[in-house]
């Protein structure tokens, strides 16, 4: 089948015809322009002009000068004026004009057209028409041209007269006569050749088919739109193919080649090959059309397609699948591969590529040793998978264990199925094989995750009744500790009392601050603090067996990060650390300075030089190889027994020191416990600029406040708290009749006390209608939930302080100062 490049020859030709007929196309389009816009100029002139002529000189001199054919006629098609530009179109003086009528210059086919038009604007139905009729030159040549007829009235004249302005059209008439001509000559040519050929004028969007073509498709005329041929193209095909050609259209190839399917009218699919290229385009590259062929290769695609499916597709199914597969046949004993992909090759480490191409060894002794996946004990070789699957059993989702080729145990996942052939005997045996390696650990990690969740959903859930619990004991216990005496030993139960409900609350915010998403936003911060304040929560979670030491040296210690991320590194290490050691021993966590001055081969080659905070954590278990120590930081990587470790603990770790701009490195050695060091750089934090400072006006003062609550036990804990400091208390724990009391006499109260969370109405929707009632009443809202997403929603809202429960008599005045210092 003749190629694109046999038709080169063609193309030129066409390409050089279709170059004239743009040049002819664009240039009636410019005569066309030209005569609308003198037309329409003419109009509004004479309109313009006409309206305001005051004599026949004015009229004459517009006549006379006028680009366009401008002639006036009596009624009865007597030349009246003919203007300079009539007696150039017509080839007659002036002189010979006025002795002449129109139908002397008007071919005698055309001198009927217009007749209606005339007699309705006779009528005043109509105030101008357009026509286009021939004329006859003095010379015998035609004129084409387009006439707008008009009537005028001229001062002093007792008669209208007709006047009619003439677009000479004869050039475009005569160019659009050589372009038919020339299409019609370029159709004869495509219709000479003996295959499909195409030509897409693309800026009409219209495609000329030659017969040959129409006849692949089983039909006598096509559609010569682009959209009918675009809704030929198959489903399957479609965006392929309009994508290539829309590649081709903007230059990005150099000719365009697709073999697809196309719908006959007797409505089934047809392969083609199609295959064309543009052959003009604009001086901006934009394409303006483009020919090509098509070929019927409908037979020779469905050989093609039954060996593909038998064959390749077969191949490459196996080759990419994302797992072990491979075919073998044979019988036990006797096992051959028929094909393997790369993976099942790599278990199979006994076979190489060259055995691959020809024939390998038994398959069936893929690994040698397995072992049970519940018991880990070995598999006697009778009941192994593969020789089973030979002796016509269908092995579905079976897992095992296989040696590696460093003889660590691979957990496996097998499907095996015997095909049968014709007559009943096993001809192959399909075979699937899936590390399960990491499906494991991720199963692990999702369990880990759904108790961490658990835990959040726990500690939320609690927090608010459990915070509210602490505040009435810890109210009552200030207050009793103000009635006893502070030598007896009541005083000293009281603060006793007081120092547990404080440590609960601090572990209460540490569970919330370990089970929630870290935060993302880094900010500088010292990280001394936060790891004192973690201490409680390590100390409670690790063995008593084992001491926590620290060493905090560090004189900067101010990095960009966000605090519940360095509890959860801390978390994670000295939960690592404590699992290592087997009976007694230590943990020991430090911090320095130090200056980065160069990459540490392995670990940080990626790390910008400078002055950094080195935190190490240090503990005395069993170690590992050193050798292996620089994969701790590969996920899925760990030392710990099977089940007892994810090996995820030190990449999270990581990740989240990554994501702060810093690096780890993990040193050991064996029974020389585990250094984890963690260098990150130092924040660059302004110092603030010396003012001085404005003298503090003293708070507003307060006696009346207005507390609302729906804990009755919390409403008497702080009135009483309250009225001790001297204020005058009016508690309630119904919000909307608290509303109503305020709502009575704004003026009456100087500060209200406001719970978050209450039935009926919300402690920041109860703030809103009190600041509407009266605006510069100093409000505290008090919140037994402490997560950041809702201390982030509280703060936005119209309340001047937000203190968490529990809170302390210290807290609450600390609070309520606060809140009435906004008000001075």
Aim: charged share 30%; hydrophobic share 40%.
């Amino acid at each position: 089948m003749p190629e694109i490049l046999d038709q080169e020859q063609l193309e030129n030709a066409l390409k050089k015809i279709h170059l004239e007929n743009a040049r002819l196309e664009e240039r009636i389009k410019e005569l066309e322009a030209e005569n609308q816009s003198l037309q329409s100029e003419l109009i509004e002139k004479q309109k313009k002009e006409l309206a305001g002529l005051e004599s026949e000189a004015k009229f004459q001199a517009m006549f006379n000068q006028s680009g366009v054919g401008v002639a006036l006629f009596n009624l009865q098609g007597k030349f009246v004026e003919a203007n300079p530009a009539i007696v150039d179109l017509s080839g007659y003086s002036a002189e010979e004009l006025m002795r002449m009528s129109f139908t002397d210059i008007t071919f005698s086919d055309d001198r009927e057209t217009g007749v209606k038009q005339f007699l309705d604007m006779l009528e005043g139905k109509i105030s101008r028409y357009t026509v286009e009729r021939r004329y006859r030159h003095k010379d015998g040549s035609t004129i084409y041209g387009i006439s707008q007829i008009s009537m005028v009235r001229i001062p002093g004249s007792p008669e209208p007269f007709v006047m009619a302005q003439v677009v000479n059209i004869s050039e475009f008439k005569a160019m659009q006569r050589e372009l038919r001509e020339k299409e019609k000559k370029h159709k004869l040519v495509m219709d000479a050749l003996g295959f499909g050929l195409w030509d897409w004028d693309i800026v009409r969007g219209s495609v000329y088919y030659n017969p040959a073509w129409a006849a692949i498709l089983e039909e006598e005329a096509v559609d010569p739109a682009y959209e009918s041929w675009e809704s030929r193209i198959h489903p399957d095909d479609r965006d392929r193919v309009l994508n290539s050609i829309n590649n081709h259209l903007q230059g990005l190839t150099p000719v365009w080649l697709e073999e697809h399917r196309l719908k006959t009218s007797k409505g089934h699919w047809k392969w083609v090959k199609g295959q064309g290229r543009v052959v003009e385009r604009l001086k901006n590259e934009a394409p303006l059309r483009m020919i090509g062929t098509m070929a019927d290769i409908d037979e020779r695609k469905k050989v093609e397609n039954t060996l593909y499916k038998t064959t390749r597709i077969l191949e490459e199914t196996i080759q990419q699948a994302p797992y072990a597969m491979f075919i073998m046949e044979g019988s036990v004993g006797n096992a051959r591969l028929l094909i393997a992909n790369e993976m099942a090759r790599g278990f199979m480490d006994q076979f190489t590529a060259e055995d691959a191409g020809g024939r390998p060894p038994d398959p069936t002794e893929l690994g040698c040793h397995l072992y049970s996946y519940m018991d880990e004990k070995e598999i006697a070789s009778d009941r192994k998978p593969l020789i089973r699957a030979l002796a016509g059993e269908s092995i579905k989702n079976e897992r095992f264990y296989v040696l590696d080729a460093q003889g660590e145990k691979i957990p496996m996942e097998i499907n095996a199925f015997p095909v049968y052939g014709k007559s009943g005997n096993i001809v192959a045996v399909p075979v699937t094989l899936f590390d399960i390696s990491k499906t494991l650990e991720a199963e692990k990690d999702r369990l880990q995750m759904h108790k961490l969740e658990a835990v959040g959903t726990l500690a939320g859930g609690i927090s608010h009744d459990f915070n509210n619990i602490l505040s009435i004991i810890i109210g009552h216990a200030e207050i009793v500790s103000d009635e006893v005496s502070k030598d007896g030993q009541a005083y000293q139960s009281i603060n006793a009392i007081l120092e547990a409900c404080l440590r609960a609350r601090d572990v209460v915010k540490q569970l919330l601050d370990f089970a929630r998403k870290a935060e993302t936003d880094l900010k500088p911060m010292a990280v001394t603090p936060v790891i004192q304040e973690s201490l409680t929560l390590l100390r409670s979670s690790i063995p008593a067996r084992i001491e926590i030491k620290t060493h905090l040296t560090a004189k900067n210690d101010v990095v960009m990060a966000a605090p519940p991320q360095i509890k959860q590194v801390l978390i994670n290490l000295c939960t690592n650390a404590s699992q290592a050691i087997k009976s007694g021993g230590e943990i020991k966590i430090s911090t320095d300075n130090l200056e980065l001055s160069s990459p540490w081969p392995g670990w940080n080659e990626d790390a910008v030089p400078g002055p950094c905070l080195r935190l190490m954590i240090e503990d005395s278990g069993e170690g590992m190889d050193p050798a292996i120590a620089h994969r701790a930081l590969e996920p899925y990587f760990t030392t710990k027994d099977v089940g007892k470790g994810a090996g995820m603990g030190l990449p999270v770790v990581h990740g989240l020191i990554k994501s702060m701009g810093g690096f780890m490195r993990v040193s050991s050695g064996r029974r020389k416990g585990v250094k984890v060091e963690i260098i990150l750089p130092l924040a660059e934090v302004k110092k603030p600029t010396k003012t001085v400072a404005a003298k503090e006006r003293p708070a507003r003062k307060a006696k009346n406040v207005l507390v609302v609550d729906d804990e009755k036990a919390l409403i008497v804990t702080q009135k009483a708290m309250l009225e001790r400091q001297g204020y005058d208390v009016v508690g309630e724990t119904d919000a909307l009749k608290a509303l109503e009391i305020f709502r009575a006499n704004p003026g009456q109260f100087d500060l209200a006390i406001v719970d978050m969370s209450m039935p009926g109405i919300n402690g920041d929707a109860f703030a809103r209608e009190l600041k509407k009632l009266r605006a510069d009443i100093p409000i505290v809202l008090a919140t037994g939930y402490s997560d950041e997403a809702s201390m982030k929603r509280i703060r936005s809202l119209d309340v001047d302080v937000v203190i968490n429960k529990p809170m302390t008599r210290s807290d609450l005045s600390q609070a309520i100062n606060a809140a009435l210092k906004q008000h001075t």
